[in-house]
């Protein structure tokens, strides 16, 4: 049992972009954020990533699967004990496919290991719940969005934009009293963002990103390339909705025969009109779009949305936030949450039916 009162958590993440793991630890009630407390990061070696890579798109006991677990158990406890002083752990675990209308949703990696590796409870598997009762299982982040939109003192209607491997928004009205509230959230994935554009640096260049979007700034966008995206079915879904990783895998062959430069901007400006498409279902403007994520960082890719939007475009650090741990950040809050029994998930961000609560806690010393 967590006592009560704010405590001190730590979470982690390994997004879809594959680029490694984020620890950070924050203290909360669950409710309201009190303070951020140190962080972590744990790159994944270009041989883990290709483990991680061979495993995308399959399920459990499928080949690759095992392997890519214990690899991202391995790389979470190592990055995970350097932090001490913290009452619990959220593990979101390496999303490997996720199809919430089928089979479901699959991160791999078991808290339970972690719990006792650690000698710490550990909150896990967040999204499976939420799925089993008709939601998507995603963005789950919104309710920590919400308490952040209070902690910097929003006024109006704000966004919160997430630029990893898939894209996904929140839109914010922090008037409300809480994150159940009606009208208080609405959240869903955008489209593609980093994902596309790193593969394609990795096949074609033998890196793992556009660093700067210096490759993208040398290049021409290819408006027919973009015009078909801007009419893909995804954009006319109305939200909440989400996406796995290789939603939009025929994006890769619409630039396939684009030279280098060319297909870098093109798969940037894709990231942007996403952006746009979904701001579009907001249920009011927004005073402020604030950027999270990987994407953030580049230039090319924030001047794309910002030309786009209607609003103010800026990097989450420009009200004070640490943009590299804020998912990190989110699964800390959500594990409180859980142990609390507090919902993680609404109607209006993952269109489960009901405001539900996911997630397993595994306690060191566990058996069976």
């Known amino acids: 049992m967590l006592k009560s009162g704010a405590v ?18 924050i203290e909360t009630d669950g409710v309201t954020i009190k303070a951020f407390g140190d962080s972590g990061y744990r790159r994944y070696s270009a041989e883990e990533r290709a483990v991680l890579r061979a495993a995308l798109g ?20 190592e990055l995970m004990a ?4 913290v009452a619990l752990a959220g593990f979101h675990g390496q999303t490997l496919a996720h199809d919430p209308q089928g089979r479901g949703t699959h991160q791999a990696g078991n808290g339970a290991v972690l719990a006792e590796a650690l000698g710490l409870p550990v909150v896990w ?7 089993a009762l008709g939601g998507q299982g995603a963005p789950l982040a919104p309710a920590y969005h919400f308490a952040l939109a209070k902690w910097i003192g929003a006024e109006a209607p704000v966004a919160f934009l997430n630029l990893g491997g898939v894209g996904n928004l929140t839109w914010v009205d922090p008037r409300k009293p809480g994150p159940e509230a009606e009208g208080a959230l609405l959240a869903f994935d955008t489209g593609p963002a980093n994902a596309p554009l790193d593969d394609l640096m990795q096949a074609r260049r033998g890196v793992g990103f556009d660093e700067g979007g210096v490759l993208a700034a040398t290049g021409e966008v290819s408006e027919p390339v973009i015009e078909r995206f801007a009419e893909h079915r995804y954009f006319f879904k109305m939200p909440p909705k989400s996406l796995d990783r290789n939603d939009f895998s025929n994006l890769d062959a619409a630039v396939a025969e684009l030279p280098d430069a060319d297909a870098a901007a093109t798969l940037t400006a894709a990231v942007a009109v996403a952006v746009m498409r979904g701001a579009e279902h907001f249920p009011a403007p927004v005073e402020r779009l ?7 960082k580049n230039p090319v890719m924030m001047a794309m949305i910002a030309e786009g939007m209607s609003c103010p475009v800026d990097a989450v ?11 990190a950040q989110a699964f800390a809050y959500l594990a409180v949450r859980v142990a609390r029994g507090l919902p993680t998930s609404f109607p ?5 039916g009901a405001a539900v609560g996911g997630g397993e806690i595994s306690y060191p010393g566990e058996t069976g």
Do not use: C, K, N, Q
């Open 82 to 85: 350097g932090f001490s002083d």
């Open 317 to 327: 650090e420009e009200v004070g936030l640490d943009g590299d741990m804020l998912e």
């Open 58 to 77: 399959r399920w459990p006991d499928e080949p690759g699967v095992a392997e890519a677990a214990a690899l991202v158990e391995e790389a979470h406890a």
């Open 125 to 131: 598997d967040f999204r499976s719940a939420d799925v």
């Open 348 to 352: 209006s961000t993952t269109g489960v």
């Open 290 to 296: 604030l950027v999270t994520g990987g994407g953030r």
């Open 8 to 25: 001190r958590v730590l979470g982690t993440m390994s997004g879809t972009s594959l680029d490694g793991v984020d620890a950070a630890v």
